[in-house]
Every structure is written in structure tokens, then in C-alpha cells.
Nanobody
Framework: QVQLVESGGGLVQAGDSLRLSCAAS????????VGWFRQAPGKERKFVAA????????NYADSVRGRFSISRDNAKNTVYLQMNSLKPEDTAVYYC??????????????????WGQGTQVTVSS
């Protein structure tokens, strides 16, 4: 099993940057696919980005491609989400999630067995 803790959220202005971190427990973290999702008030949770266990493969939602970048440091058991050129529509609670199964649909929330508690990102216009 793995436990996930997100950090790095906050209140920023449009155009600013933030870097979210997802710190994981567990000695086999490098075998987990990790994804970031976000949920705005009154809306469903949506996929943002995902990265393979060794960091060699990534996937992004169209809405963030070119602005957000996902990376990981397995020596630190941490996955990062660098968010640049933030927009008010990026405002949401951001969650990281992990799956030990390398095969499947990374975009689907149901693919992930483990979730963090979330961190709030608010972008003002």
C-alpha cells in the first residue's frame, strides 16, 4: 500500500505559477503510476496529468498540455506538478492518486486505488 500527501497549493493570480508535490510512503513507489486530478466546486473530478513509474511516459489533459508538467523523483518518493500560466479556470482542489497496475486507462479515476487528501489551488483574475 501507499499513502499520499499533497502540498503546494495556494492563492495566486492569473499568469502565475505553482508547483504541487505529492509525497508518498512505501518502498516500492517507483512501481506506481501516479496521476493528478482536480475537482472544482459542483463539478466532477477530472484528469489532469499522469506519469509512469520510471517517469518515462506522461499524459496530459488537453486543457493543461503545454502549461503543466508532471515529473517524479523516486529517490524522494515524490511526484510534482509544475503549473505555469495559471488561469482562473484552473481553480480546484487538486488530488494525486496512485496505481500499482501499469496497464489501464490512466485518465480514469477508477484506475487509481490510492488517493491523497487534496490541496486547494485558487487562481484569481
Amino acid at each position: 500500500q501507499v499513502q499520499l500527501v499533497e502540498s503546494g497549493g495556494g492563492l495566486v493570480q492569473a499568469g502565475d505559477s505553482l508547483r504541487l508535490s505529492c509525497a508518498a510512503s512505501g518502498r516500492t513507489f517507483s512501481s506506481y503510476v501516479v496521476g493528478w486530478f482536480r475537482q472544482a466546486p459542483g463539478k466532477e473530478r477530472k484528469f489532469v496529468a499522469a506519469i509512469s513509474g520510471n517517469g518515462g511516459s506522461t499524459n496530459y489533459a488537453d486543457s493543461v498540455r503545454g502549461r503543466f508538467s508532471i515529473s517524479r523523483d523516486n529517490a524522494k518518493n515524490t511526484v510534482y506538478l509544475q503549473m505555469n500560466s495559471l488561469k482562473p479556470e484552473d481553480t480546484a482542489v487538486y488530488y494525486c492518486a496512485a496505481s500499482q497496475n501499469p496497464l489501464g486507462v490512466w485518465l480514469a479515476a477508477s484506475f487509481y486505488a490510492y488517493w491523497g487528501q487534496g490541496t486547494q489551488v485558487t487562481v484569481s483574475s
